[in-house]
């Protein structure tokens, strides 16, 4: 049976995809700056004969054609780049770049696809159809690696009829996955405000117009972006994580600076939310004698997951993992560039557990402590060829 030999090939690759996941974990690259990431890739998939397209500078794109005839194509992506993050993990693996880290488990991604790309070629006699891997760089960083090949074509020549993504999930155990059809996750955008007004001695307000206080009533007047305009149906979050008001305990100082993020999971309304922001923000620096530059920078739109393919690759899951390891999932307003897959082309994006309580590897992703089961890169590997397979009719 077609999936007795993926398992078996799993299991036989299983120290390469761990050996190679290390490597790129002690060697991440920030966004658009995986170099030696995309050299690495390359030189793998010169080794499994399989020829490659660069694009969007870091960016690869693979073909694996099966020798039996069939037009059907499916798309496999992984993201490359890792986090600027300082790594508290004391493991044999542990980066040797300062500073970056992959605590997103992009490197499980890229050494998982490379896995699968290696199962592919030993079953490459025995199906039909054409695997498309992508290996995509910059998921953490605006306007988003996937725009850019999007951009370049990667979804053309040949044009996939799905694309399926996977990424980690500490918060499921290894041995299971998860899923959610319709929508999963959030647009995201950047928020960046400058409150002006006029500075001097705290002890004498009269003569001043105080940009903290001004820049007070917008934080808490904004919230009722959410809590009173939005559609209660429609997820959405506004959240401020950066204000810098450089003065003194008596000193006010000439401006202040905010920044924040805003996320829903309605293109619509998004577009609405922004004006009424910009417009509430500036309305009320002017009603205060201050004025706002109020300024939103637009990231990824929202994720879907398209209702039937995600049910199909839902039931190739439980035939392969067993329906009891396969977890349903609940909408999560983080935002991933995946989602501009997901907005031009029927897409699957779902969870590949990671987490092991009992060996203490629960540290979310994004943290210094970040790490994964690497039992998982078993499944991770062998999931994602047998989805494509079965996806293209195998």
Not at 2 to 13: G, R, S
Not at 73 to 94: G, H, Q, S, W
Not at 145 to 162: F, H, R, S, T
Not at 171 to 188: D, H, N, P, Q
Request: proline share 4%; aromatic share 6%.
């Amino acid at each position: 049976m077609l999936k007795d030999k993926i398992t078996q090939l799993a299991e036989q690759i299983h120290g390469n995809v761990v050996e190679n996941r290390r490597h790129l974990h002690a060697n991440p690259e920030l966004s658009f700056h995986e170099y030696e990431t995309s050299a690495f890739v390359a030189k793998k998939l010169d080794e499994l004969g399989i020829g490659y397209e660069k694009m969007a500078n870091t960016g690869l794109v693979a073909l694996i054609k099966g020798a039996k005839p069939s037009d059907a194509v499916v798309a496999l992506r992984a993201d490359m780049d890792a986090l600027p993050i300082v790594e508290a993990n004391d493991v044999i693996y542990k980066s040797k770049n300062p500073g970056v880290m992959h605590a997103c488990g992009h490197d499980v991604h890229t050494s998982s696809l490379l896995g699968t790309a290696k199962i592919l070629t030993e079953l490459k006699d025995e199906f039909a159809g054409t695997v498309k891997l992508i290996f995509q760089p910059a998921e953490e960083k605006l306007p988003g690696g996937a725009n850019l090949m999007i951009q370049e074509g990667v979804l053309e020549n040949p044009k996939p009829d799905a694309v399926v993504g996977q990424h980690v999930m500490p918060l499921i155990e290894s041995g299971k996955v998860g899923f959610r059809a319709g929508k999963y996750m959030a647009s995201t955008d950047e928020i960046y405000v400058t409150v002006h007004g006029k500075g001097g001695h705290g002890a004498q307000p009269q003569q001043n117009i105080d940009p903290v206080l001004i820049t007070s009533h917008i934080i808490v007047a904004l919230q009722q972006i959410v809590s009173r305009i939005a559609d209660p149906k429609t997820p959405s979050v506004l959240s401020f994580g950066k204000v810098i008001a450089n003065g003194a305990t008596n000193v006010i100082p000439n401006e202040v600076y905010l920044e924040g993020t805003f996320r829903t999971m309605d293109e619509e309304w998004r577009a609405k939310a922004h004006e009424k922001m910009k417009k509430m923000a500036e309305g009320i620096a002017e009603a205060m004698g201050g004025s706002c530059e109020f300024k939103i920078m637009r990231g990824y739109p929202f994720l879907i997951n398209e209702e039937k393919l995600t049910a199909d690759v839902r039931a190739y899951a439980e035939d392969y993992l067993g329906k009891e390891n396969v977890l349903d999932l609940d909408i999560w307003m983080a935002a991933e560039d995946f989602a501009y897959y997901s907005q031009v082309s029927d897409a699957c994006f779902y969870r590949l557990g990671t987490g092991n309580v009992a060996r203490g590897i629960t540290s979310s992703v994004h943290t210094p402590t970040f790490d994964v089961d690497e039992d998982s890169l078993r499944l991770s590997t062998g999931l994602m060829t047998y989805i494509a397979l079965k996806q293209l009719g195998n």
